[in-house]
């Protein structure tokens, strides 16, 4: 029996607690596959928040028919969720859910695969019913313990506490996973997954000293030779980042993390001189972030990583990684019960 097999694990039905995290506007169908087809759950990103709806849900369906292809093992979609001024949920992040329970409605094969959906950057109330019922596992990412208790209070089955470290879309308030993880876990009876910093046995074993039953990782997941969907520069890029090399800037919905380069000081400046409209900008960005993903432009494109890319020091078979990762954690935690010092991680 796997040792870390927990109530996370059986409600996903997956066999480690490690989650690949959605990572839009970049395509993460490869890593997604190749996560979930090692025993943990891997995530379809969504295809940008500037898509028309329609091309954006198509474009998400075609994703979710993909990784459905690539693996028989369960998977998740994520959907940021965004508003616009007066509050209403913006039409690209409805089209998403919706999306997403059509695609499981519309294939037996992928409605038993396709178990769960995280939302992230705002809370999908209104359509929390529908993702009940659908038969989803709701997964909600949060950076404050507040917004852990809300989420939970609308029922959602698991919170993602993610710390300011993330790679991607941080918080605008900053709060690091070592304090606000335990301060998710003593507040909702949920299932909680730890996300930012997590990068191998240690990480996953600290998490679940924290009160965590998982991780979530971005960062770690672009390092992979399944990954075929990224340039191998953006990954070679992270293998070189060494600490202070991230660097927070202004994004769709509040900061966003990632290495720093031309692109990066060339947005700061756009933002400080104030020459694009906020539409341009967002536009602008989304071009630079795919830019980077695609053609490996790390020096012009925008590149989004967490701080933990300091730690990454190579690129990783995430077929051998992800068993490997939850083997050394278990190991870790049975040497620290015994009282005896742990060794090098994975
Ligand atoms: C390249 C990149 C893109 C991301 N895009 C998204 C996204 O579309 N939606 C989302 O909820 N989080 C996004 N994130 C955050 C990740 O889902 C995850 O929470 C984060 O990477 C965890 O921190 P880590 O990078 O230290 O593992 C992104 C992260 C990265 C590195």
């Known amino acids: 029996m796997n040792t870390l097999s927990n109530r996370l694990t059986e409600l996903l039905g997956i066999e480690h607690p490690i989650i690949q995290e959605g990572m839009g506007p970049y395509k993460t169908n490869s890593i997604a596959a190749a996560v979930s087809a090692a025993g943990g759950l891997g995530t379809v990103s969504m295809p940008g928040m500037t898509k028309d709806p329609a091309v954006g849900s198509r474009l998400l369906r075609e994703s979710i028919a993909e990784v459905a292809g690539l693996t028989d093992r369960p998977f998740a979609v994520n959907v940021p969720v965004g508003r616009d001024d007066s509050g209403t949920v913006l039409p690209v992040s409805e089209a998403y859910i919706r999306a997403v329970i059509e695609a499981r409605r519309e294939d037996s094969a992928v409605e038993r695969q396709l178990v769960a959906l995280t939302t992230s950057a705002g809370f999908p109330g209104e359509f929390r019913a529908m993702i009940r019922d659908a ?24 919170v993602i506490a993610s710390g300011y470290e993330m790679g991607g879309h941080t918080h605008a308030s900053p709060v690091h996973t070592f304090v606000l993880v335990p301060n998710v876990a003593e507040t909702v009876s949920v299932p909680v997954v730890l996300s930012g910093g997590a990068r191998d046995g240690r990480t996953l074993a600290a998490a679940l000293a924290l009160g965590a039953s998982g991780v979530a990782m971005g960062t770690r997941f672009i390092a992979t030779h399944e990954n075929t969907d990224w340039h191998p520069a953006y990954a070679q890029r992270i293998v070189d980042a060494r600490e202070g090399d991230d660097v927070v800037f202004p994004a769709v919905y509040g900061p966003a993390r990632g290495l720093r380069n ?53 690129i990783v078979s995430i077929a051998e990684f992800v068993p490997r990762m939850a083997a050394e954690a278990a190991a870790l935690l049975q040497r620290l019960a015994a009282g005896s010092q742990p060794a090098a991680a994975v």
């Open 135 to 158: 038969g989803l596992v709701h997964m909600h990412k949060v950076g404050a313990t507040r917004h852990a208790q809300k989420a939970e209070e609308q029922g959602v089955d698991v």
């Open 262 to 314: 031309a692109g990066v000081e060339r947005l700061l400046e756009i933002v400080r001189t104030n020459e694009m409209t906020s539409d341009e900008l967002i536009r602008w960005k989304d071009e630079g972030l795919i830019r980077a993903q695609e053609t490996g432009d790390v020096e012009n494109g925008i590149m989004a990583a967490g701080q933990v890319s300091s730690g990454i020091r190579e």
